[in-house]
């Protein structure tokens, strides 16, 4: 991947008009109908801009909602619908048997976001290629897929629970992430969930021994390809359970 450089709108320098005293046209003028939809577009866009500290915590569960920066499609990034974020996180947090246990995000950061506002006491670290939530702080670790095991030492064999979900939907990539949760989780003692297409439904079970739940996540961007939760424990009657092998 390259390296993404991102700007606001509203951060572009803005062009001056120079008079034309030789020409009788009148300067060109937005209408009032294109005017208010640029405010609302600018408008949309500042309210997905990085926020200066990390996700606000709180345990309101009439508040799912969780603030986020805006998705970049160059990045094959696409956020979970609030709905599907909350009942992954909440399944992290039942997972989590002490304050000692340690969560990793591979590459989902919406997740991310609703652990630290759902169990702000879960020590989480979110591993993703998007420079921008360097904002988060220790929080974060930058991840490329491509070089799996370039990780800072203290992260090996530290965590208990690793969550993935690939940026592509390849077998290549999933390969590679199967290495980076290898090197993260605990030995003999780590949960494993990965979110991923159907299409990996073999893939997931040959490369890291997963099985899909009946629970469907969902994107607020409209995917064409089915999404798929899976696990290597079984989570009973959590997540729809395990779905049953034909």
């Keep these: 991947m390259e390296e993404q450089y991102l700007k606001e709108p509203n951060s572009q320098a803005k062009a001056k008009a120079k008079p034309n005293n030789d020409s009788d046209d009148d300067t060109p003028t937005l209408s009032s109908q294109a005017l208010a939809a640029l405010k609302e577009f600018l408008a949309e866009q500042n309210s997905h801009s990085i926020p200066s500290t990390p996700p606000k915590t709180g345990t309101e569960s009439d508040n799912l909602i969780v603030s986020l920066v805006s998705e970049d499609w160059r990045l094959s990034q696409f956020w979970y619908q609030p709905e599907t974020a909350h009942t992954v ?22 997740l991310y976001a ?24 220790s929080d974060y670790t930058f991840y490329d897929y491509n070089q799996p095991e370039e990780l800072p030492l203290d992260l090996k064999h530290a965590f208990q629970i690793v969550v993935a979900d690939p940026p592509y939907l390849s077998k290549e990539c999933l390969e590679k992430v199967a290495q980076t949760t290898s090197f993260l989780a605990r030995s003999g003692e780590c949960y494993l969930l990965l979110l991923t297409g159907a299409v990996q439904k073999d893939s997931a079970a040959e490369l890291l021994g997963l099985r899909p739940c009946g629970f469907r996540p969902q994107h607020s961007s409209k995917l064409g390809n089915e999404f798929r939760l899976f696990t290597d424990y079984d989570p009973g009657i959590r997540l729809g359970g395990w779905e049953q092998e034909e």
């Design 89 to 110: 996180a909440q399944e992290v947090l039942s997972l989590c048997q002490d304050s000692e246990f340690r969560v990793a995000c591979i590459a989902c950061p919406t």
């Design 114 to 137: 609703y652990l630290k506002k759902m169990g702000p006491h879960v020590n989480v670290q979110l591993l993703e290629y998007d420079k921008r939530f360097e904002q988060y702080g």
